[in-house]
T-cell receptor
Framework: EAQVTQNPRYLITVTGKKLTVTCSQN?????MSWYRQDPGLGLRQIYY???????DKGDVPEGYKVSRKEKRNFPLILESPSPNQTSLYFC????????????FGSGTRLTVV | QKEVEQNSGPLSVPEGAIASLNCTYS??????FFWYRQYSGKSPELIMF????GDKEDGRFTAQLNKASQYVSLLIRDSQPSDSATYLC???????????FGSGTRLSIRP
């Protein structure tokens, strides 16, 4: 089944404890992206990647890191999480070029206490 | 001004009627325009893509684009209770991989 897989689905962590949210897609998509979704603010792009080793900042990159060492994987790293990073996170992927909308993963609900 | 603006709703439409959802965007360079549907507690799902002025129809859905007015709309004909969801408008900004979303319009179809 073609899909974007994120893990974990739910995570509660403490301030300052480094964490990684994994994302993998099996559709051979070139583009991958991370979004966070907050009530009243909608979906905001954190980072996006156009291909292996090519990444760029979205609108809210502060406090996050990404890497794209393989085409299928695009992990999101929070080096020192803070409570304002409590959010619902979505990974997404698509083929390159315009006209191919993102396919989203199931989401990761992160709570930082 | 937000880059992609939508009325948050809720928009209440009787079953069988036409639901009309609207979106405006600020970047005249945007070339790709998307409509996503998001059910409560679920991830966004792509339902329509449009890139040229005019209408594009897919089943009960019609997307309309007017680049001069920087306006995108989604019409849902013969609305069903299963259409009740939040509808997200999205546009690219610069790169095809940089996609900006509106905050969404909550649609409720009443039986």
């Amino acid at each position: 089944e073609a899909q974007v897989t994120q893990n974990p689905r739910y995570l509660i962590t403490v301030t300052g404890k480094k964490l990684t949210v994994t994302c993998s897609q099996n559709m051979n998509h070139e583009y991958m992206s991370w979004y966070r979704q907050d009530p009243g603010l909608g979906l905001r792009q954190i980072y996006y990647s156009m291909n292996v080793e090519v990444t760029d900042k979205g609108d809210v990159p502060e406090g996050y890191k990404v890497s794209r060492k393989e085409k299928r994987n695009f992990p999101l790293i929070l080096e020192s999480p803070s409570p304002n990073q409590t959010s619902l996170y979505f990974c997404a992927s698509s083929f390159a070029g315009s006209g191919y909308g993102y396919t989203f993963g199931s989401g990761t609900r992160l709570t930082v206490v | 001004q937000k880059e992609v603006e939508q009325n948050s709703g809720p928009l209440s439409v009787p079953e069988g009627a036409i639901a009309s959802l609207n979106c405006t965007y600020s970047d005249r360079g945007s070339q790709s325009f998307f409509w996503y549907r998001q059910y409560s507690g679920k991830s966004p799902e792509l339902i329509m893509f449009i890139y040229s002025n005019g209408d594009k129809e897919d089943g009960r859905f019609t997307a309309q684009l007017n680049k001069a007015s920087q306006y995108v709309s989604l019409l849902i004909r013969d609305s069903q209770p299963s259409d009740s969801a939040t509808y997200l408008c999205a546009v690219n900004k610069g790169s095809a991989s940089k996609i900006i979303f509106g905050s969404g319009t909550r649609l409720s179809i009443r039986p």
